[in-house]
């Protein structure tokens, strides 16, 4: 199958045999696809190895047969982002996570645009963790673990904003006492559901909670991202 | 295929260089053989020392065959100056174009959580040590201008103001003889990011 003008972000690229590059690429209409982009580590490549960072929004054409793709042709369609400083650190999180939670060539329809939306969210504002915990919900959605945000679990009832709760993993928010280790206000809960920016303690305690999650659907593994996230921010 | 098992084995072990495929290693191979074995004898020897004894400088990371290398012990560096470099091969650059005389840490890779690289992996420990003894007055950080190598970057630097120490970037642009028309749309973006004033 050949794709044409395939928009896409290349998410990892690492060295293959002599010249070549492996990369991890999130496309459009495949979702994440392995590409083999041949002789781009010569010094005069056709497609500068330059072209195929991170962050740069793609347009590619790919030949697949098999496990992995070729690459045909690569060139930008757009001006590239730079992820600068922190918003940097918080990118490679961002690839981390979708190279470690979906699997090549699983297509989920809305994951582009929910990636697409959000680097341009990491460059602008100074509000990195929110700008994560908005795409941690919407990549969750898109695989199918789509969290319980405005009910509380088994009964289904409506959240008490005023409330606090613990959220567990596939099951959803259940009482819990006040302002403990990962407690949640309802209204911080409802406001991420209704993608309204949280109270500060809101987004901590959902930065916790996050992980949590995510550590459940790797399988109780952790991201790389965390300990440097960490090192980065422990740091002022 | 081949009359001698000790041949072949020979032509497979060097196809592990960078560059070099079935061919060039079987003439490689030939060549030692038919005409240079002394010579061959001198790369076995060398190859089985270097293999043995070479490893990393406690201070710097870069390769020494001694706990701290030549560079780090030495008295006629400057003391003050500190260069980070992703690799040995980035040292060698710098030493080679530069009239560069302080000191160097070699991070033997760059953040890259996909690659399993964090912090420890780098050494970051070992140069927060470093740091911290007080010498140092500034940290050259010269990772190479990738999304990774930039992340690096900032990392290193917070590092550094941690400690107190200065902070500075290689500078990263239009390649000199280069024209604006034909250099790539990320390195004009990077190049008009970090203009300076004149
Ligand atoms: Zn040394």
């Not at chain 1, 908005?134 to 009832?157: H, I, M, N, V």
């Not at chain 1, 904003?161 to 259940?174: D, L, M, N, Q, S």
């Not at chain 2, 990772?143 to 690096?152: F, L, M, R, W």
Request: charged letters at 25%; a neutral charge.
């Amino acid at each position: 199958m050949r794709l044409d003008q395939q928009p896409a972000y290349v998410l990892h690229a690492r060295p293959y045999r002599e010249t070549s590059l492996l990369l991890e690429c999130l496309t459009r209409d495949q979702g994440r696809l392995g590409v083999v982009a041949r002789g781009v580590r010569r010094e005069r490549a056709r497609t500068p190895r330059s072209q195929l960072e991170p962050f740069q929004p793609l347009a590619l054409d790919l030949l697949l047969r098999g496990e992995l793709a070729t690459l045909v042709a690569a060139e930008s369609s757009g001006a590239p982002l730079r992820l600068t400083g922190d918003a940097g650190l918080a990118g490679l999180y961002l690839n981390e996570l979708v190279v470690r939670l979906t699997g090549r060539q699983d297509p989920y329809p809305g994951l582009f645009d929910a990636y697409a939306r959000t680097l341009p969210r990491l460059v602008e504002t100074a509000e990195l963790g929110w700008s994560l915990r908005r795409f941690e919900r919407d990549l969750l959605e898109q695989l199918g673990y789509g969290l319980q945000l405005d009910a509380e679990a088994d009964s289904g009832e409506p959240l008490d904003t005023a409330g606090w709760y613990r959220y567990e993993v596939e099951r959803g928010p259940v009482r819990c006492p006040p302002g403990r280790g990962h407690a949640l206000r309802g209204e911080d809960l409802l406001a991420l559901a209704e993608d309204r920016r949280p109270s500060t303690q809101g987004l901590a305690a959902l930065r916790m909670t996050m992980r949590e999650v995510i550590r459940f659907y790797l399988g109780g593994g952790e991201l790389r991202a965390w300990r440097v996230l960490a090192g980065a921010m422990t740091r002022r | 295929m081949s009359s001698s098992p000790l041949l072949a084995e020979l032509i497979e072990a060097l196809r592990c260089l960078p560059g070099v495929g079935g061919k060039s290693a079987q003439r490689m191979a030939f060549h030692l053989l038919e005409r240079d074995r002394e010579r061959g004898l001198r790369l076995a020897a060398a190859l089985d020392a270097a293999m043995r004894r070479v490893g990393h400088c406690s201070r710097c990371r870069n390769f020494s065959e001694e706990p701290v290398c030549a560079l780090c012990a030495g008295s006629g560096r400057d003391r003050h100056v500190l260069c980070v470099v992703e690799s040995p091969t980035d040292l060698a650059a710098i030493e080679q174009a530069t009239g560069y005389r302080g000191q160097y840490f070699v991070l033997l890779g760059r953040l890259s959580p996909l690659d399993g690289m964090g912090p420890e992996e780098l050494g970051l420990g070992l140069l927060t040590q470093r740091l911290t003894e007080g010498e140092i007055e500034e940290m050259i950080i010269a990772t190479n201008p990738t999304v990774e190598g930039e992340a690096t970057a900032h990392y290193l630097a917070q590092l550094a103001r941690a400690g107190g120490v200065k902070p500075t970037r290689l500078a990263h642009g239009v390649p000199l003889g280069g024209e604006l028309e034909y250099v790539d749309r990320g390195t004009l973006a990077h190049a008009f990011g970090s203009r300076q004033v004149l």
